[in-house]
């Protein structure tokens, strides 16, 4: 699936927004937004934490691995979900590298719109494909 006008310029938005938020350390938000297939996804912070949602809009998904800080420049990988745990990286590009490890299977681009949008945009789809 390729991006939008529309769709690019609303996840560079959202990428802007979380530099200019000041939460996530500046090493780990090159070395995602270096990444092509994290650069395409919506990042939201919570926490000091980067977050990768499949769509733009608020309540974000929760189906991609995040990434927190560590003391010094180490970092940790969690999720998708809070209760799921990956492990530590020694620094951010590691950390990026085991976010991309577990992406979802053929991870698009960011979806316009909300979670529910997304999971009826999957739906048709899958059914025009005969899934």
Partial sequence: MEMTPELLERVEA????VRDDGRVRPELLEAAYAEPRLRQLFPWTG???LHF????ENPWTWDVPYIQPC?????WVSGPLRTQTVGP????????AMVVERLP???PP???GRPE???AHEVRRDDAAGR
């Fill in 14 to 17: 959202g990428w802007q927004a």
């Fill in 53 to 56: 949602s499949r769509c733009t």
């Fill in 71 to 75: 003391a010094g420049s180490r970092y």
């Fill in 89 to 96: 990286a020694r620094d951010a590009a590691e950390a990026v």
């Fill in 117 to 119: 949008d997304l999971t």
């Fill in 47 to 49: 926490m000091g934490e």
């Fill in 110 to 112: 960011a979806f316009l």
């Fill in 105 to 107: 299977v053929n991870c």
